[in-house]
């Protein structure tokens, strides 16, 4: 997220991820359905993309981009 400009949002958007990886970064799927995270990101993401751009557009894809490459 720094190398996008985004670092001062970062520390916001940590807590609400806690809770989504165990201690050793796997996803915890026994406490988040995939989808569900996907979607929760989307949305953090797209309030990042407001503050900082004033354009919700800017990730508009992430979800089904995500979905179709990684939930097999």
């Known amino acids: 997220m720094g190398q996008l400009g985004l ?15 165990r201690a050793d970064g ?5 406490r988040l359905r995939f989808v569900d995270f996907v979607d929760d990101v989307e949305e953090l993401l797209e309030e990042v993309a407001w503050q900082e751009w004033g354009d919700k557009e ?3 894809g992430f979800e089904e981009y995500i979905l179709q490459h990684y939930s097999g």
């Open 58 to 60: 800017a990730v508009d």
């Open 26 to 30: 796997v996803f915890a799927h026994d």
């Open 7 to 21: 670092g001062r949002q970062f520390g916001r958007l940590v807590p609400q991820l806690d809770g989504a990886f």
